[in-house]
């Protein structure tokens, strides 16, 4: 069987609703030579279906014996079967936009880079009765400052792009009883610390709607937010929109840092010296942070599982 160029994984949970549309964006890219590697992480819901229902010789579905409960899992399975010379995650509640896998593979190729993390529209939590009336935002995310990586930017993995041959120097990812930070962060500060050769595009490529952000979006079987966007992703004055939205956010961001937050402000100056030893000590700089305020290592995951409806 021939290799593809590209392998894209998603891992998933009893959520087909959402993963249909993750699904029909990579199925309507512009670029095609990629295979999908659908991991369910022991799903019981009607996912096989749906994904065998596509017919699609390039998309394999896997679905794991024991429920893991989070990504790191799946995301280390669909390594394993991966093919490409390429690798792409996309969380089953993200989408590509149709151009984003072209412009990736472009990129990495005239960039001599070794792991792109291409800037995404965060669609901003909003009330069904005021996004029926047009009234939603968005947010930038996986925006590095000065095209340098950032451990204080959190980089949803849709929005990476990266060499095969980079995750097996880098390992698998660790799971999140092991961690006080996400395992996507750890996995992604480890490959900055093995000096892996990182580029920043300053395009937008997907479009990031976090279910963690949401209250039961697993217990709810639908998504006002996903039907809408699914349907608009080759629309570019909505994306323009969108742009403009996050652009409003971004500037009333930091100008309340600056005039109505400067502690907060202050605090994190002050505390760029001990980042900086944390990453000599091979620390992530949030670890401590995180600590702090969650506790436990893999309280933060067990929050965003309950505030869900996954626990």
């Known amino acids: 069987m021939r290799k593809p160029q590209v392998s894209i994984i998603t891992a998933t949970y009893n959520s087909s609703h959402l993963l249909r549309h993750a699904i029909q964006s990579v199925l309507n890219s512009e670029y095609q030579d990629w295979e999908l590697i659908v991991v369910g992480d022991c799903c019981t819901d009607d996912t096989e279906e749906l994904v065998r229902a596509y ?18 899992t799946p995301n280390n399975f669909g390594l394993t079967k991966a093919r490409g010379e390429f690798i792409a995650f996309l969380n089953q509640d993200d989408l590509f936009y149709p151009d984003h896998l072209s412009k990736c593979v472009q990129e990495i190729e005239s960039s001599g880079a070794d792991f792109l993390i291409v800037p995404g529209l965060k669609i901003i939590t909003t009330k069904k009765e005021d996004f029926e009336k047009g009234k939603y935002r968005a947010d930038l995310c996986s925006v590095h400052p000065d095209g340098k990586f950032s451990t204080n930017v959190f980089s949803v993995a849709s929005t990476w792009f990266f060499k095969k041959e ?146």
């Open 166 to 311: 980079i995750a097996q120097k880098i390992g698998a990812w660790k799971v999140e009883k092991e961690l006080y930070v996400t395992p996507s962060q750890e996995w992604i500060f480890r490959a900055f610390q093995a000096g892996i050769k990182f580029h920043f595009p300053s395009w937008v490529g997907v479009i990031v709607i976090l279910s963690g952000e949401r209250k039961n979006s697993y217990v709810i079987k639908s998504s006002f937010e996903h039907e809408f966007f699914s349907q608009k992703l080759d629309d570019p004055e909505l994306k323009a929109k969108l742009l403009e939205q996050a652009a409003i956010f971004a500037y009333k961001f930091v100008q309340d840092q600056f005039f109505f937050q400067p502690k907060v402000l202050l605090k994190r100056v002050i505390g760029l010296p001990f980042d900086w030893v944390l990453k000599k000590l091979k620390i992530h700089p949030t670890a401590p942070r995180f600590r702090s305020v969650w506790g436990k290592k893999g309280n933060l995951i067990r929050k965003v599982r309950k505030d869900t409806g996954l626990d």
């Open 55 to 72: 017919s699609d010789s390039r998309i394999f579905f896997y679905n794991l014996k024991k429920n893991s409960g989070q990504q790191a």
